[in-house]
């Protein structure tokens, strides 16, 4: 049995409302939707307030899923109760982001600004200029939108300057050594 895979995954709150049916798992709640499919060798059954998931036969592969679909679950009941964020930090002179209407603009020292329009369920606060908390209830389309803006000026080795996540460690090189 999957370590992870039996723990059951617990729905805390009552307004939060769990349908299976045809391969699908659907939770709800007042901030959101979220729906996920499953692998027919994946047994999932709502008892109130829990969701199980077991495994219909021991394959490697249905073995391997069992614990991914309990993770992909846990993920969707935390993200509709609480939601996740992450924070994106930018570092170097003149760097800086704001929020106009749907769109989060960046100046990252090129000769025009990067406007990243951010997609549905998504909510992006910037603080103090340099702090950007990008926010939502689907966890893997918050670590993408963070990804995507993360690409348009990644840290760089020598100075440390771009957009990097919060608690993330740039490893500095040294730069030239200069005339003797």
Known sequence: ?????????EVKKDNINVTIKDNKVTIESPKGKLTQDYDDMIEIKYEKPFIYVNRKNDSKRVRSMHGLYRNLINNM?????????KVLQIIGVGYKAE?????????????????YTLPAGISCKV????????????KKQVGQVCAEVRAFRPPEPYKGKGIRYENEYVRKKVGKTGVK
């Not at 106009?100 to 020292?109: H, M, T």
């Not at 702090?131 to 689907?138: E, T």
Request: no cysteine; charged share 20%; glycine share 10%.
């Open 99 to 115: 929020v106009k209407e749907n769109d989060l603009v960046l100046s990252l020292g090129f000769a025009h600004p990067v406007v």
């Open 127 to 138: 603080e103090a200029n340099t702090k950007i908390f990008v926010s939502g209830i689907d």
């Open 77 to 85: 009941v935390t993200g509709v109760t609480d939601g996740f964020t």
């Open 1 to 9: 049995m999957s370590r992870i895979g039996r723990i059951p995954v």
